[in-house]
């Protein structure tokens, strides 16, 4: 009988280690673009994977209205200090900076994105883990992924910060407004940046 019973148990302690986790679409997505990187020869053991959040259409739009206001700010700062200096040129370039942060701001804040606003962009993953290739191991700990909800994986970050870095492009309308004003690229605030809260 107690034969019975060890062989019972180690059946199921084998069947439990075959079973494994289900991941999600978005989070198996996270698994295979680390994968990627470290190689297929390596060895990725997963030890944290979570969708914690996702950050839609609207929200997108107010970190972006939200980032041009900081930067309105600072260029009016920056301006102030240049008048003090009377520094012609820093006048200049941060009096123009401010004239296209307030084209860019107005043509943010009168942006519509109906019912867009509702719908994801990308979804915040927490990733840890580590990748073991012939005595050499990488670890990932505290790594965050944004991912599409069509499963490509947008960033990639040692923490949250910057995760959402550059993510602006995403917004309908978004590069036109930025060409418009004569400006490249946004200012890259991050609302999951705790120095930007």
Known sequence: MKHNWISI?????????ACGRQYSPVEQAVIDHVQ???GADSKLMVTKIAVEDSLTYGQLLEQRIKAFEVKYQQDNKF???SVAKNNIKKINQFDEAKRKDLVILDALRKMDLGPK???VVCYDVAFSG???TSGTETV???????VSPQGEVLSLTPGQKG????FGKFL?????????AGVEDGPARDENDPSNK
């Open 140 to 146: 990932f700990d505290g790594y965050y992924a944004a």
């Open 117 to 119: 606003a509702s719908e």
């Open 79 to 81: 301006l102030e200090k």
């Open 172 to 180: 309908p309308g978004y590069s036109d407004i930025l060409d418009r």
């Open 36 to 38: 990627a990187q470290v």
């Open 130 to 132: 580590k990748a073991s």
């Open 9 to 17: 148990l180690a059946a199921a302690v084998l069947l439990l280690g």
């Open 163 to 166: 995760l959402h870095k550059g």
